[in-house]
C-alpha cells in the first residue's frame, strides 16, 4: 500500500473542496485550483478530510495514487498558506529589475534577458541581486524560478551565476588547483 497515497489530507478552515468526477476543485483564501485526477483515483471528503483510494492494485493505479495524494496537498497548503522561491545572483555586475510585467536581467551576456511573468505568479525584487516568486501553484511558482535559472545556472569554478537560495554549489579546483 502507498504511505503517501493512504494519508488523509486535513481541509483547514476556511477551506473548501467541492468534487465533481474526477474535476476537484479547493477554495481557500488565498484563491482558487482546480485539477483533473486520473480515473484510477477516486476521491472523497470525510469529516473534513480528503481521502483519496485506488481502483486496483495495478503499478500505474497505485503510482497515481501517492502522486494525486501529493498533488492534491500541495492544492491545499497553496490556497492557505502559498509557496515561494527564492533566487540569488552571484557574479560582478549580474543584477535584475522588474520592467512592466516582465523581469529584465543582466548576467554577463552581451544582451539583457527579458523574461515575461506568468499570471498565477507574483514577483518581487528586494535587492538587485534577489528575487522572490510566490503563488499559490506549487507548480507554477517551480517552472518559473527554473526558468529564471535556467538562463545562468550556476558554474563550478567562481560559482557565478542564478542559484536558489538555499543551493550548495561544489565548486571545482579548475587548472591552477592542479599540482604535480
Request: no cysteine; net charge positive.
Amino acid at each position: 500500500m502507498s504511505r503517501i497515497g493512504q494519508a488523509p489530507i486535513t481541509l483547514g478552515s476556511g477551506v473548501e473542496a467541492s468534487i465533481s468526477g474526477q474535476d476537484i476543485v479547493v477554495k481557500g483564501p488565498k484563491g482558487s485550483l482546480e485539477r483533473r485526477l486520473p480515473d484510477a483515483v477516486t476521491i472523497e471528503v470525510v469529516d473534513g478530510e480528503l481521502r483519496l483510494t485506488r481502483k486496483d492494485d495495478e503499478r500505474e493505479s497505485r503510482a497515481l495514487h501517492g502522486l494525486s495524494r501529493a498533488l492534491v496537498a500541495n492544492m491545499v497548503t497553496g490556497v492557505t498558506d502559498g509557496f515561494s522561491k527564492e533566487l540569488q545572483l552571484v557574479g560582478v555586475g549580474y543584477r535584475a529589475a522588474m520592467k512592466g510585467s516582465q523581469i529584465e536581467l543582466q548576467v554577463g551576456f552581451s544582451h539583457n534577458v527579458l523574461l515575461d511573468i506568468p499570471s498565477d505568479v507574483s514577483v518581487e525584487i528586494p535587492e538587485q541581486t534577489r528575487i522572490i516568486i510566490t503563488g499559490i501553484s506549487n507548480e507554477s511558482v517551480g517552472q518559473f524560478a527554473a526558468n529564471v535559472r535556467r538562463v545562468r545556472p550556476p558554474e563550478p569554478y567562481k560559482g557565478n551565476g542564478i542559484r536558489y537560495i538555499d543551493e550548495v554549489v561544489r565548486r571545482k579546483a579548475g587548472k591552477a588547483g592542479v599540482t604535480a
